[in-house]
């Protein structure tokens, strides 16, 4: 058996490799530069099996909309809303390293982080997996770090996946898409053509967007404060040894006169009356183990580390296998007392460790300084509190000291808490009441090895009850008080966990997102709204939207997103219910989008528009008839190159080059053409355009992909136009993870090449293409192939200039109509590339001439007036299946078909009769295979193949061996 392990990060499976595999570990390259290939023998389940190992780079797929949908003008925001979406995979690499591996595999495990996102990742590495080996058997494995320990107790407890943890990021994935793009696009457009100094893209994000609302809340208390002046009395005495200082239990009141009167009887009596003393002993609490977002909360106190550096930093010491996971909401451990102290046993032996000496105190029994962690709040079920897995005494720099922070509060955690003992003294002057407070500390425990934490000891003579002392000083002193500061990160930090705004994982890029995109600036830690961050916030306040800056909406989406997780909601109603309120607020926004100019108009100047001619008479206005002009508009920033007819006074936008009128007028709109050339080679003419259709393409008249702002002539179908590139579409790609449309073209620079090109080679470079020989007039018709639905073409060949040949197939007038992918005569010349639809490439489809009569689509369009075809030999027919045939893995009888290879043209091989992915690997060349009884079964239990060796040791020998390659059964059957 092999199992296939995918990692989350390169690192992840080096060093789990390593530590599973030891010296036994061999490494080789994998298809991607950094994705390598590990493997090593271990034992699973109590079977000894083959281990391959390789990563992935965190995501493998990412959600997009239709490549139609990109062109932000020509689209209008509010159908993103509508618009369906696809996961694609981002690194074609990396796809194809895995495919590469599962091909061969009999079990997959996945190996990623145990949250919601690697829950996610594990389902599209499966999704890839499967679709080249459907016969896999997938596994989870779940762990915490790269230990031994917990990397072998992973393999031991291999589980399923968990899908609706996936589901539920494939839902939040799909709202913040739709949400971000619509109001992401529509605020872009709106200010950046306004106003000057908004250049970036304006983004939304419901979480980027209350995160943002945090800190300009937190802006307008401190700016809007008016400091208020306060008054209190202080008591002071001071004897031989100490000077102590009595608190006010008013604390301060803000009246004067109140004020000086309760001063003038202290004053009048003299003298502080003590009251009570109380004596107690007093706790300062340990820390609870360590979850990430106290731990962002500490770097960002402490070590003046912002939440990004602190995540980075950590998953770094992860990946070096010296701390555990560090994305996790635990805080308590579930450790035995025994595993723990293990864990403080690596602290203790490494004199690296200043704080060593404390470790080894800790498992001192005599000392009896240890205890058991205190128990938090929270438990996420699948990572333990982040701690120190590993010596980390030769780490440097800020990962030490992260590495230091998270040590000292391990064993913080397993330390006993500091005690102290408290004298607290009551006094009463001028029947008005006073205090202070004494302490001295026992035990600092924790505070040892806790150096973040201060305790300290103060002193205070030995009050008696009943005791009546003379006041050094009383004196009626002033304040005022102090705007609420800045908000400071870790501030931020806590309010976003309070609020429910993202989650452990994600926290530090919203707050990054806000940051990238100019909304606050960072000073000392200290976070201050942009002019752009205030005018947003306040804009969507005045609309009525505060809730879109407000943490409640996004929290009550976190919550339903849970509820995917324990199953009470499926994906599809999560999403359909935030699209639709969003849906509502949008209208609602876009009706007021005049109060977002006037607010964001107080902040930024408008632009100033220019419009400049560049070429006097440039072309025909298609509605007038009058000549117009080239001209360059828009803002100095963001010049816009556009024809502009006079009489009309109407801009249509064009892109940038070099424009000449073509002396041709488009037979859509009138508009005459212009010939296109770039502005490094003028002389040299690329394309052609209409100035109106360009901005504005006519419906049905177009190409899928052609949407405002982007049509050229070589895109337009419309059939009496000499210029258009009649592109339309054929078939949409049954290639593997494509599904993009297949378009018939004719090149733009000669009338006579055509082909079928696959719009996903833009995206993701799909390879799927169908050729035509040069000269030939092709021709797509609306019948469809009844053997897979793409639709037939009719090809125009030329008497004279193709192979006479050829003609034997064509119509009186030399024409044949055909379906590309079942055609298999003339020669090869229509060619048909990169058609890699199952787990083995190749047509899958019955050749046209092997079509049944009643369902041959030829004689289908004779009917219905094409014409009769030419007398001459038929097409070759596949022989009927007999009941002789082999039965495939699947149990079936197999298909007999006919290779068009080059070297194989002619002859025919069995094939398994499944179609696309659910088809398994079973071939054999028809003159191979012999029906014969007492050819063996191979192990798994299926009759063999038997073929003809031809080495040159063996050649003539036949043997047997498993027809689907599975077992590797082999066996010489004259032996």
């Not at 961050?533 to 306040?538: K, M, Q, S, T």
């Not at 100095?636 to 006074?649: A, L, M």
């Not at 049954?734 to 055509?754: I, V």
Request: glycine share 6%; proline share 5%; net charge positive.
């Amino acid at each position: 058996m092999v199992y296939l392990n995918v990692a989350e990060k390169p690192s992840v499976a080096r060093e789990m490799s390593r530590t599973l595999g030891g010296r036994s570990c061999q490494s080789r390259p994998g298809v991607s530069q950094y994705n390598q290939v590990y493997e090593f023998r271990a034992r699973v389940a109590g079977a000894e099996v083959q281990m391959v190992v390789t990563s992935v780079s965190g995501h493998l797929m990412e959600l997009e909309f239709p490549a139609e949908t990109k062109n932000w003008r020509a689209t209008s925001d509010a159908v993103l809303f509508d618009q369906p979406v696809r996961k694609i995979v981002k690194d074609a690499a990396i796809e194809k390293n895995l495919m590469q591996e599962a091909r061969n595999a009999t079990h997959l495990v996945c190996w990623l982080d145990c949250d919601r996102e690697g829950e996610n990742i594990s389902y599209e590495v499966i999704q890839v997996c499967l679709s080249v080996n459907p016969r896999l058997r997938v596994l989870r494995a779940r762990f915490s770090s790269l230990t031994q320990r917990d990397l072998q107790g992973a393999l031991n407890t291999l589980g399923a996946p968990d899908e609706k943890s996936s589901l539920a990021v494939d839902a939040r994935q799909e709202i913040d898409l739709r949400i971000g793009s619509v109001f992401t696009r529509w605020q872009t457009k709106l200010l950046r053509e306004r106003f000057q100094g908004i250049q970036k893209i304006v983004s939304y994000g419901p979480c980027q967007f209350p995160t943002l609302g945090f800190v300009v809340s937190r802006y307008w208390e401190h700016k809007g404060f008016t400091p208020e002046q306060f008054h209190f009395i202080s008591l002071e005495h001071k004897t031989d040894g100490s000077f102590v200082k009595f608190k006010w239990a008013r604390d301060r009141i803000y009246d004067l006169t109140s004020a000086a009167l309760m001063y003038q009887r202290c004053c009048e009596d003299g003298q502080l009356k003590i009251k009570k003393v109380t004596r107690k002993s007093k706790s300062k609490w340990r820390p609870v183990p360590l979850a990430t977002v106290e731990l962002q909360k500490l770097a960002a106190r402490h070590l003046r580390f912002g939440s990004e550096k602190t995540m980075r930093i950590a998953e770094t010491l992860y990946q070096e296998t010296v701390l555990s996971y560090p994305r996790t909401e635990t805080d308590l451990f579930t450790m035995t007392d025994g595993e723990l102290q293990n864990l403080i046993k690596i602290q203790a032996t490494d004199d690296n460790h200043t704080w060593a000496p404390y470790a080894s105190n800790l498992l001192n029994p005599a000392a009896n300084k240890y205890q058991r962690p205190r128990v938090g709040r929270h438990d996420d079920k699948a990572h333990p509190p982040i701690h120190p897995t590993k010596s980390g005494g030769h780490l440097t720099g800020d990962k030490k000291l992260l590495y230091e922070l998270v040590s000292r509060h391990f064993l913080a955690c397993c330390s006993k808490d500091a005690l102290a003992d408290e004298v607290v003294v009551y006094g009463e002057c001028g029947e008005e009441d006073f205090s202070t407070s004494g302490q001295t500390i026992v035990a600092k425990n924790y505070l040892e090895v806790y150096t973040y934490d201060r305790w300290s000891d103060s002193t205070i003579p030995n009050y008696e009850e009943g005791e009546i002392i003379t006041p050094t000083s009383c004196t009626l002193n002033d304040g005022t008080t102090t705007a609420p500061p800045l908000l400071a990160e870790v501030d931020l930090i806590a309010t976003m966990d309070r609020n429910q705004i993202g989650t452990d994982a994600t926290i530090a890029q919203h707050i990054k997102t806000i940051k990238d995109r100019g909304y606050v600036t960072v000073e000392n830690m200290i976070y201050t709204p942009t002019k752009l961050g205030l005018a947003l916030v306040e804009a969507y306040d005045v609309m009525g939207f505060a809730a879109l800056s407000l943490p409640k909406l996004r929290a009550a989406m976190e919550a339903d997103l849970s509820q995917i997780v324990s199953g009470r909601r499926s994906h599809g109603d999560v999403v359909a219910t935030y699209v639709s309120r969003y849906r509502e607020i949008f209208s609602e926004v876009q009706s007021k989008k005049s109060l977002l100019v006037d607010i964001v108009s107080r902040w930024y100047p408008a632009s100033e528009v220019v419009v400049r001619v560049v070429t006097e008479v440039l072309s025909v206005c298609g509605s007038c008839g009058q000549k117009g002009q080239l001209v360059d508009s828009g803002t100095d920033e963001d010049v816009q190159q556009s024809f502009k007819c006079v009489h009309c006074d109407i801009l249509h936008p064009l892109p940038r080059g070099v424009f000449r009128p073509k002396g041709f007028s488009c037979p859509l709109c009138n508009f005459e053409v212009l010939d296109v050339a770039s502005d490094k080679t003028p002389d040299k003419v690329t394309h052609q355009l209409c100035p109106h259709c360009f901005s504005n393409p006519p419906a049905g008249e177009i190409e899928n992909h052609a949407v405002m702002g982007s049509m050229r002539c070589f895109q337009c179908v419309h059939e009496s136009c000499a210029l258009a590139g009649k592109t339309q579409k054929v078939w949409s790609c049954p290639n593997r993870n494509c599904g993009q449309d297949l378009s018939l073209s004719r090149s733009k620079h000669t009338d006579d090449t055509y082909w079928i090109g696959c719009k996903g080679y833009k995206t993701h470079k799909c390879p799927h293409s169908v050729n035509f020989p040069r000269g030939a007039v092709v021709t797509l018709l609306p019948q469809k192939c009844p053997a897979h639905g793409a639709s037939l073409v009719k090809i125009q060949f030329r008497f004279g200039v193709h192979n006479a040949e050829w003609m034997m197939y064509c119509e009186p007038d030399f024409s044949v109509v055909t379906c590309c992918w079942c055609e298999q005569r003339f020669d090869g010349s229509i060619q048909v590339k990169g058609y890699q639809p199952g787990t083995r490439g190749g047509r899958l489809h019955t050749p046209v001439g092997s079509i049944p009569s009643q369902s041959n689509p030829l004689q289908q369009l004779n009917r219905v007036g094409l014409g009769a075809r030419n007398p001459g030999p038929p097409p070759q027919r596949a022989p009927e299946q007999t009941g002789s045939a082999p039965k495939c893995a699947c149990n079936l009888e197999c298909d007999l078909r006919t290779a068009n290879t080059e070297a194989n043209r002619g002859r025919q091989f069995f094939i398994c009769k499944k179609g696309g992915d659910q088809k398994c690997n079973f071939f054999v060349w028809a003159s191979e295979y012999i029906p014969d009884q007492n050819i063996p079964r191979c192990t798994c239990n299926e009759s063999c193949i038997v073929k003809t060796a031809a080495t040159e040791a063996n050649k003539g020998r036949r043997f047997a061996k498993c027809a689907t390659g599975k077992c590797g059964f082999f066996e010489w059957l004259n032996q």
